[in-house]
């Protein structure tokens, strides 16, 4: 089963800041991922995906992530944080299951916080 | 819009006692999962509808049974819930076929148990 690592349950920025949020993905074949954000008592809302068209790939909100096979990373960036950005991130692979439809496996969630 | 929506977003239970949360979809999403995700914790897949197919996961607790009636609507029953069952419920969906494996999820029922 594929599985992902999200390094640093809490990142911590000031506002402006260059936001870091690392993912790395276990996979014997081309993956299909994806970040989630999760507000508090909210649903996840996607911020971007990885489908093997592009390496980078630009999400909502000013986020994008780029795909490097030689690291099996995929890492959330954001170049100048804002305090609406304070969130949970979930990182998350995607397996085909049997009987159709695929199954979304996630990482354990980095906490980012946003200071003044 | 089209969306996904779960009602109700905050349900009180005692412990033992039935109770059904409720998803419904706009998208005409042909699949349907139940996420179960507890605190601080990553959401994990209970069970999924392909169509009227269901597909429970290997470890999801004989408690917990869905029903999906028609495309729109699916139903998370928990038979006896008990105290670790609390948790954040979340619905998703998606479209087989158009080769993203993007799901769409909705708010969430937070299931506490007293």
């Known amino acids: 089963a594929q599985s992902v690592t999200q390094l640093g349950s809490h990142v911590s920025v000031s506002e402006g800041a260059l936001v870091l949020l690392r993912c790395n993905y276990s996979?014997?074949?081309?993956?299909?991922l994806f970040w989630y954000v999760q507000y508090p008592n909210q649903g996840l809302q996607l911020l971007l995906k990885?489908?093997?068209?592009?390496?980078l790939v630009k999400g909502i909100n000013g986020f994008e992530a780029e795909f490097k096979k030689s690291e099996t990373s995929f890492h959330l960036t954001k170049p100048s944080a804002h305090m609406s950005d304070a969130a949970e991130y979930f990182c998350?692979?995607?397996?085909?299951?049997?009987?159709?439809?695929?199954?979304?496996?996630f990482g354990t969630g980095t906490q980012l916080k946003v200071e003044l | 819009d089209a969306m996904v929506i779960q009602n109700p977003r905050y349900q009180v239970t005692q412990f033992g006692k039935p109770v059904t949360l409720s998803c419904s979809q706009t998208?005409?999403?042909?699949?349907m999962y139940w996420y179960q995700q507890k605190s601080s914790q990553a959401p994990k897949l209970l069970f999924h509808?392909?169509?009227?197919?269901?597909?429970n996961e290997a470890d999801t607790p004989d408690n917990f049974q869905s029903r999906r009636p028609n495309t729109s609507f699916c139903f998370l029953d928990i038979r006896s819930p008990g105290l670790g069952d609390a948790a954040m419920y979340l619905c998703?969906?998606?479209?087989?076929?158009?080769?993203?494996?993007?799901?769409?999820f909705g708010p969430g029922t937070r299931l506490t148990v007293l």
């Open positions: 998703a969906t998606s479209r087989e076929g158009t080769g993203t494996n993007e799901q769409f």
């Open positions: 996979s014997s074949v081309p993956p299909y």
């Open positions: 990885y489908t093997s068209a592009a390496t």
């Open positions: 998350a692979v995607s397996d085909i299951l049997t009987g159709g439809g695929n199954k979304l496996t």
């Open positions: 998208l005409n999403h042909n699949v």
């Open positions: 509808y392909y169509d009227k197919d269901f597909n």
